[in-house]
């Protein structure tokens, strides 16, 4: 079990590690922070993050970066669809009977409460209306606070999404896998 755990650990940091490798900073792109959003960002995310998720599918199960579901004009950051689906001519729409899950990919976590409700909204409607699994997937998001009076977001995070699965793969506070999560366990990617 410890062998497994540290197999799961490394992969975490090799998927955060590659993100980090292959994203945009502020510096180069002139707006924001250290690390900035953009779309080109978002990509790389869902891109790695598809690339390592394949692996773990289940026979019959493909990774869809960036498509929709027939009926919603949401944007999903990943689908898992039938090997089969194709989405309908001219679109990234999907028929709702082919996805199984999505994943809400976020490089930095989630830092607002009301952004948090919003997304959990979303997840209850695919549940309730289309039998969807929803999971929130954060690459890095600020967990053990270092300081009085600041936010545990994993926890936070965690509660708020109750009682969909919230993944975060490293903490970016202490810069280390964050504890008691891990996405890439087989039996997780199979639902």
Same mark, same amino acid.
């Given at each position: 079990?410890?062998?497994?755990?540290?197999?799961?650990?490394?992969?975490?940091?090799?998927i955060?590690?590659?993100i980090?490798?292959?994203?945009?900073?502020?510096?180069?792109?002139?707006?924001?922070?250290?690390?900035?959003?953009?779309?080109?960002?978002g990509?790389?995310?869902?891109?790695?993050?598809?690339?390592?998720?394949?692996?773990?599918?289940?026979?019959?199960?493909?990774?869809?970066?960036?498509? +929709?579901?027939?009926?919603?004009?949401?944007? +999903?950051d990943?689908l898992?669809?039938?090997?089969?689906?194709?989405?309908?001519?001219?679109?990234?729409?999907?028929?709702p009977?082919?996805?199984?899950?999505?994943?809400e990919?976020?490089s930095? !976590?989630t +830092?607002?409460?009301?952004?948090?409700?919003q997304i959990?909204?979303? +997840?209850?409607?695919?549940?309730?209306?289309?039998?969807?699994?929803?999971?929130?997937?954060a690459?890095?998001?600020?967990?053990k606070?270092?300081?009085?009076?600041?936010?545990?977001?994993?926890?936070?995070?965690?509660?708020?999404?109750?009682?969909?699965?919230?993944?975060?793969?490293?903490?970016?506070?202490?810069?280390e896998?964050?504890? !008691?999560?891990?996405l890439?366990r087989?039996?997780?990617?199979?639902e």
């Open positions: 079990m410890v062998a497994e755990m540290e197999r799961f650990n490394k992969e975490q940091q090799e955060v590690s590659k980090e490798a292959l994203s945009k900073t502020s510096r180069e792109t002139g707006v924001g922070g250290r690390f900035s959003w953009n779309r080109y960002n990509r790389v995310a869902c891109n790695v993050v598809k690339h390592y998720l394949e692996k773990r599918l289940r026979k019959g199960l493909k990774a869809v970066v960036s498509g +929709f579901i027939r009926g919603l004009s949401i944007e +999903f990943i898992m669809v039938d090997e089969w689906a194709k989405p309908e001519e001219f679109t990234d729409a999907f028929d009977k082919s996805v199984h899950s999505i994943i990919v976020k930095h !976590g +830092f607002s409460e009301k952004a948090l409700k959990k909204q979303i +997840f209850e409607k695919l549940d309730r209306e289309y039998g969807i699994k929803p999971i929130y997937l690459i890095r998001e600020a967990g606070p270092k300081r009085v009076g600041a936010k545990n977001w994993i926890e936070i995070t965690r509660e708020m999404l109750s009682p969909y699965k919230v993944y975060v793969l490293s903490d970016s506070r202490t810069k896998p964050a504890e !008691g999560v891990s890439w087989r039996s997780e990617a199979e």
